[in-house]
C-alpha cells in the first residue's frame, strides 16, 4: 500500500467507556469528523480485549475507570495482543500516578473527559501521526512529577540540545514542531534523536520518551 493510499484511509477508533451516553457521544464526535471512523463501542475491559484485535483500530479511546478490569490493565494486555494500536486515555483524573501507570501500560496519550470535542478528535489525529497528547494540566502535572526524579547515568551523557529535543518529546510534539522550537532544521532533529536512542539503548521515540519519563 503506497503512504498516499494509506493517507486516504479513514482512521479506524475503537471506545472502550461503560456510561453509554458518553459512548454514544464520543462515536457520533469520530463519525462527524473529516477522516475519522469509529469500528467499534465496548463498555467493560473483558469484552473489549476479546474483540479489539480483529477490530484492527488505529486508536483506541479508553476509559480509565471502567468496571471490573480497570482502563490501565485493559491497556497493558491490549498492547499485547495489539502493539500497534494508540491509546489515549480518558479520564475525571489529573492524578500524576494514574497517569505515569497509563504511560508504562502502553498509552499513548492521556486527555480530560470535560476536553472539548475539537480537542478529542485533534489528539486522535495526533498520536496517530505520531505524537502524545496531552491535556495541558495533565502535561504539566507529568513533567512536575518526574522533575522529582534524578536522571540515571545514561541520561547524563545527553547534551543540552539533546535533552531540549527529549523535553520535547516528551510533551508529544511532533518532530516539524520540536524543530520549529527549537530553530533547527528536521535532519538535524532527526541527528539528534539517532544519538539520544543510542546513548539510551533504544529504538523508537515512545521508548526514548518512556525511558526520560520513568527516570
Do not use: W
Not at 1 to 23: C, F, N, W, Y
Not at 113 to 134: F, L, N, Y
Request: aromatic share 6%; glycine share 6%.
Amino acid at each position: 500500500m503506497t503512504q498516499a493510499q494509506k493517507g486516504d484511509m479513514p482512521i479506524r477508533v475503537s471506545i472502550v467507556e461503560d456510561k453509554g451516553e458518553l459512548r454514544a457521544a464520543y462515536a457520533r464526535l469520530l463519525d462527524q469528523a473529516g477522516g475519522l471512523e469509529c469500528v467499534s463501542r465496548y463498555s467493560n475491559a473483558e469484552e473489549a480485549l476479546k474483540n479489539l484485535a480483529q477490530d484492527n483500530p488505529d486508536v483506541t479511546l479508553m476509559d480509565i475507570n471502567l468496571p471490573g478490569m480497570n482502563g490501565i490493565e485493559c491497556v497493558r494486555q491490549l498492547k499485547v495482543q495489539a502493539p500497534k494500536v494508540q491509546i489515549i486515555m480518558l479520564t475525571i483524573f489529573e492524578d500524576a500516578d494514574r497517569i505515569f501507570e497509563s504511560l508504562k501500560a502502553g498509552a499513548s496519550g492521556y486527555l480530560l473527559k470535560r476536553s472539548a470535542g475539537t480537542e478529542i478528535v485533534d489528539a486522535v489525529r495526533q498520536v496517530h501521526a505520531g505524537a502524545a497528547p496531552m491535556s495541558g494540566s495533565v502535561a504539566r502535572k507529568v513533567v512536575q512529577y518526574f522533575n522529582q526524579f534524578q536522571p540515571k547515568p545514561e541520561l547524563h551523557d545527553l547534551t543540552h540540545r539533546e535533552r531540549e529535543v527529549l523535553q520535547s518529546l516528551s510533551e508529544g510534539m511532533l518532530y516539524k514542531e520540536i524543530g520549529e522550537a527549537l530553530e533547527i532544521s528536521i535532519h538535524t532533529v532527526h541527528k539528534h534523536l539517532k544519538s539520544i536512542y543510542d546513548k539510551l539503548h533504544v529504538t523508537s521515540r515512545t521508548d526514548a520518551t518512556r525511558k526520560y519519563l520513568g527516570h
